[in-house]
């Protein structure tokens, strides 16, 4: 199978699956379907990315490629616990994400909100600071590593701005997807799960297509590929 035909089967199985899963969203939100179809999301969001960026990767891609790995594992180990344990290990694998997200976008950082239009910090921060506001009295406990994950997610989003509109774009459906968790989770705010994993897998599907375009010019140059 050559790299495009297998990027296209990838994406359209991960289309399929993604669709399929938001409609049990919607119809039988209880149902073991939407634990199994979310399983196999981003395995094959990984394989498309893969396929249409084969070795040599560039950076870029081979640490999304990661943050993908440690999202599946985000979303399926946590179904081998229950309570707070559960919630624990979901918020432990995606804040690995994260992180390998902010080591991927560090580079582009000149191209942020950080050095440019640095008054548009105030979002993030504003944004944070209300979603710990909302959520602490119901955190209890769990408001330490909520904390540092908001953070964290914050931070990947600022840097993400950098490296281009998809990628941004991706990055704060993240936010959305993961700050509708936390208001869910710890207030009386009813938050439908087709909500959360719209954003999710929109932004998943955006962050890898981003990552792949900005990689493109690279990869039609070896010695490039090699350096970045």
């Given at each position: 199978?050559?790299t495009r035909?297998a990027?296209?089967?990838?994406?359209?199985a991960?289309?399929?699956?993604?669709?399929a899963?938001?409609?049990?969203?919607?119809?039988?939100?209880?149902?073991?379907?939407?634990?199994?179809?979310?399983?196999?999301?981003?395995?094959?969001?990984?394989?498309?990315?893969?396929?249409?960026?084969p070795?040599?990767?560039?950076?870029?891609?081979?640490?999304?490629?990661?943050?993908?790995?440690?999202?599946w594992?985000?979303?399926?180990?946590?179904?081998?616990?229950?309570?707070?344990?559960?919630?624990?290990?979901?918020?432990?694998?995606?804040?690995?994400?994260?992180?390998?997200?902010?080591?991927a976008?560090?580079?582009?950082?000149?191209?942020?909100?950080?050095?440019?239009?640095?008054?548009?910090?105030?979002?993030?921060v504003?944004?944070?600071?209300?979603?710990?506001?909302?959520?602490a009295?119901?955190?209890?406990?769990?408001?330490?590593?909520?904390?540092?994950?908001?953070?964290?997610?914050?931070?990947?989003?600022?840097?993400?701005?950098?490296?281009?509109?998809?990628?941004?774009?991706?990055?704060?459906?993240?936010?959305?997807?993961?700050?509708?968790?936390?208001?869910?989770?710890?207030?009386?705010?009813?938050?439908?799960?087709?909500?959360?994993?719209a954003?999710?897998?929109a932004?998943?599907?955006?962050?890898?297509?981003?990552?792949r375009?900005?990689?493109?010019?690279?990869?039609?140059?070896?010695?490039?590929?090699?350096?970045?």
């Amino acid at each position: 199978m050559t790299t495009r035909p297998a990027a296209t089967a990838a994406s359209v199985a991960f289309a399929a699956v993604a669709v399929a899963h938001l409609v049990a969203q919607l119809v039988a939100p209880e149902s073991s379907f939407t634990d199994i179809s979310q399983w196999f999301a981003m395995p094959l969001l990984a394989a498309a990315l893969a396929a249409s960026a084969p070795p040599p990767r560039t950076r870029l891609v081979g640490l999304v490629l990661v943050a993908l790995g440690f999202s599946w594992l985000g979303d399926t180990a946590p179904d081998l616990f229950d309570g707070d344990a559960s919630f624990l290990v979901m918020v432990g694998f995606f804040l690995c994400a994260q992180v390998v997200y902010i080591v991927a976008f560090v580079p582009y950082r000149a191209g942020s909100i950080l050095h440019r239009r640095r008054w548009a910090l105030v979002i993030p921060v504003v944004a944070v600071a209300a979603l710990i506001v909302a959520c602490a009295p119901g955190a209890g406990v769990l408001l330490v590593p909520v904390v540092v994950y908001g953070l964290l997610l914050a931070t990947m989003a600022v840097l993400a701005t950098g490296v281009s509109p998809v990628v941004a774009t991706g990055a704060v459906l993240f936010v959305v997807s993961d700050a509708l968790i936390a208001l869910g989770a710890f207030t009386a705010l009813a938050v439908p799960g087709f909500a959360i994993m719209a954003t999710y897998l929109a932004a998943q599907a955006l962050i890898a297509v981003g990552a792949r375009a900005v990689a493109e010019p690279m990869l039609s140059s070896p010695d490039r590929a090699a350096a970045s």
